[in-house]
Nanobody, 115 residues
């Protein structure tokens, strides 16, 4: 059984920073790509950033240059450093991981950016 647990969500003022973390627990071997998604109220879940097992990254245009995704393969963790936050970044942020052909999701962590 694989479980992903996110942390780090908070209320922050516009222009501020947050660092989200996600840890994978369970029977884990060779985690593939890990990603962060977000879902704002009334909107579909959208991909924010992805990082492969060898560190290749990709970002949504809306966060490129402000957010940085990283991972620690030894600790089975993925992080999202979010800088210059905007009110439109407000959402529930979810991490996901591809493990042995299955996609697993965390429970989500709330990020709220006040103007």
């Amino acid at each position: 059984q694989v479980r992903l647990v996110e942390s780090g969500g908070d209320l922050v003022q516009a222009g501020g920073s947050l660092r989200l973390s996600c840890a994978a627990f369970g029977s884990i071997f060779n985690i593939g790509p890990m990603s962060w998604y977000r879902q704002a109220p009334g909107k579909q879940r959208e991909l924010v950033a992805t990082i492969t097992s060898i560190g290749i990254t990709d970002y949504a245009d809306s966060v490129r240059g402000r957010f940085t995704i990283s991972r620690d393969n030894a600790k089975n963790t993925v992080h999202l450093q979010m800088n210059s936050l905007k009110p439109e970044d407000t959402a529930v942020y979810y991490c996901s991981a591809l493990i042995r052909g299955n996609t697993y999701w965390g429970q989500g962590t709330q990020v709220t950016v006040s103007s």
